[in-house]
């Protein structure tokens, strides 16, 4: 079993960074791909960025690209998100999720996830 814990949430103004780790604990994930994922209340979880277990550059939504990077250190069983130029559009609970295997990075189709973290971004 894995359990994924997020953390680095919390209030920014727009324009301003956050920075989100989510550490996996139970058995090392250095060969899981893994994901971020978001979600408002109300409304679909949506993926946000993944990344292969072997690394790279990793996947994007559209709405993120090129403001948001993934990146992971199989060493501390940890994978980030970096989140720069952050807009109120960005306000959402972020989960962090892991599996082997991914066929579609973007899919929702992980075993294991995160009980997220609040990101909260004001104008």
């Known amino acids: 079993q894995v359990q994924l814990v997020e953390s680095g949430g919390g209030l920014v103004q727009a324009g301003g960074s956050l920075r989100l780790s989510c550490a996996a604990s139970g058995r090392t994930v250095a060969t899981y791909d893994m994901a971020w994922f978001r979600q408002v209340l109300g409304k679909e979880r949506e993926f946000v960025a993944g990344i292969r277990w072997i690394g790279g550059r990793g996947e994007y939504a559209a709405s993120v690209k090129g403001r948001f990077t993934i990146s992971r250190d199989n060493a501390k069983n940890t994978v980030y998100l970096q989140m720069n130029s952050l807009k109120p559009e960005d306000t959402a609970i972020y989960y962090c999720?892991?599996?082997?295997?991914?066929?579609?990075?973007?899919?929702?189709?992980?075993?294991?996830w995160g009980q997220g973290t609040q990101v909260t971004v004001s104008s």
């Open positions: 999720a892991a599996d082997v295997a991914v066929t579609i990075l973007s899919g929702p189709n992980y075993g294991y």
